[in-house]
């Protein structure tokens, strides 16, 4: 006897969804697309001008004064795109902080096909999220945030947005790892193979009971587009932010007020430990853990009733609990355990402050351009930034020109590109990046992670440190 199942049956049969169709039709009202306008500075650069009696006088003025009436340097309209979710009936969206930032103006599209405007409640672009208003006259459809951190490597999820401008659109993928670290310090990155384009930022990703277990933010990608390999910022991450944005309209962040270091093997061989938990001070600046009595030399291994398995892990420890909060901090000193008892402070009120050692003298000048990996980089200047159209709050390093036979032009990079951070670490100048690529070297690592900004959207590449 021959048995024929249908399609439906035998997806059920291998623990497959049959369909997302019922899914996506129950989830696609919460989903916006965003579009945002910004007002750039008009050119301040050269404009064509010609020689005085040069026979093209005429035709470059003429060309100038059509497309510009004779104001080279009236301000203009730029416009992006993006994607975000309803959180609440009363209008409360999420969606990335890079698809909003610098915006004059926010409209936000809803799948039913009507437009509201939209007002910014704040910003975190440590986690790149960003959270947004809108008024509306009936209860919204919204969606509930999940729990990230039961989301398996293999789950089924589901990416929502509006890739390339296409307007609302769904893919499907699984999660293919979990905990991904890239570029912040408080990552918690969901990594999927669920198609995510330009557009994509700020959409949710869906877990198969409708909720959202993630905000797509990036892709590593050799060309711009989508690879499957996507990234997105954990859930449980975001609602924390979303949380304080509500309430304060900013982050507000735990500091313990040290400087630390994972416990290598040497190190804790060195130090007669028994493994390498924990984290090792490396100095006690002014601040909570100082007048608390934290040393130089001591190993974190508890805090506020949890243990350190490393030094990312107390960073999001501490970044997560509240401000002001007296917790006990157990170390190994010398061998013995000291509890010591310490209220924090406040991160966001630390960074900025900026230290006497940052101000670089004004006599040190960077240098106009430099050859690193491949690319022609300068230092983001004004003129440049109204070329391109980039906000003030977009920093990082101008690509003028890329080899075309280098690994950099293989991978997608081009004129145009800025690279905002590089081995984890914001870049601000030459000198930065060719920090970075030292602290490669040095550590023995043979490629260098950048993160490449281009009409504000960002994506990672990997570059070979010998590719030049």
Same mark, same amino acid.
């Given at each position: 006897?021959?048995? %024929? ?28 697309? %965003? ?383 800025? %690279? ?49």
């Amino acid at each position: 006897m021959i048995l %024929i199942l249908s399609t439906s049956l035998m997806a059920a049969a291998q623990g497959l969804p049959s369909s997302f169709a019922e899914l996506a039709e129950r989830i696609s009202p919460s989903v916006v697309n %965003i579009t945002t306008s910004t007002t750039v500075a008009g050119r301040t650069g050269p404009q064509g001008i010609v020689p005085e009696g040069s026979p093209f006088e005429d035709f470059f003025r003429e060309f100038q004064d059509r497309n510009g009436n004779g104001e080279g340097e009236r301000p203009r309209k730029s416009s992006a795109l993006g994607s975000g979710f309803v959180i609440s009936e009363d209008g409360y969206v999420v969606t990335n902080n890079h698809v909003i930032e610098g915006a004059d103006e926010i409209q936000i599209e809803f799948f039913e096909g009507f437009e509201l405007p939209a007002t910014l409640v704040g910003t975190d672009p440590n986690t790149d999220i960003a959270l947004l208003k809108v008024d509306a006259e009936e209860p919204l459809k919204f969606v509930n945030f999940g729990d990230s951190n039961v989301a398996r490597v293999g789950d089924w999820v589901v990416a929502m947005g509006n890739p390339l401008g296409q307007g609302f659109s769904v893919s499907a993928g699984i999660v293919s790892a979990r905990n991904r670290a890239l570029s912040g310090t408080y990552d918690d990155y969901i990594q999927t193979d669920a198609a995510i384009n330009r557009g994509n930022s700020g959409g949710p990703l869906f877990n198969m009971n409708g909720e959202v277990i993630g905000v797509n933010t990036a892709i590593l990608s050799p060309n711009g587009g989508s690879i499957g390999i996507g990234f997105s910022m954990a859930s449980n991450v975001v609602k924390r932010v979303v949380n304080q944005l509500k309430e304060f309209g900013e982050t507000r962040r735990g500091w313990l007020g040290v400087r630390i270091q994972d416990v290598t093997d040497d190190v804790a061989e060195a130090m007669g430990l028994a493994n390498t938990a924990g984290a090792l001070v490396t100095d006690v600046p002014e601040g909570p853990a100082m007048e608390s009595g934290m040393q130089s030399g001591d190993v974190i291994l508890s805090f506020d009733g949890n243990d350190v398995a490393d030094t990312r892990g107390l960073v999001r420890q501490v970044g997560n609990t509240e401000v002001g909060k007296t917790v006990r901090v157990i170390v190994n000193r010398a061998g013995k355990t000291e509890t010591l008892r310490i209220t924090l402070g406040r991160r966001e009120e630390v960074e900025s402050a900026v230290p006497a050692s940052q101000v670089q003298p004004e006599d040190e000048e960077e240098p106009a351009e430099v050859v690193l990996l491949g690319l022609t980089l300068a230092p983001l200047s004004t003129e440049m930034r109204d070329q391109m159209q980039l906000p003030e709050s977009i920093k990082g390093l101008a690509v003028t020109a890329v080899d075309e036979t280098s690994e950099a032009f293989e991978k997608g990079l081009r004129t145009g590109d800025v %690279i905002t951070e590089a081995g984890q670490s914001a870049v601000l100048s030459v000198s930065d990046l060719q920090d970075r690529i030292d602290e490669a070297e040095e550590a023995g690592r043979k490629s260098l992670l950048l993160l490449v900004r281009r009409g504000g959207d960002p994506r990672f590449v990997a570059l070979s440190l010998h590719s030049e």
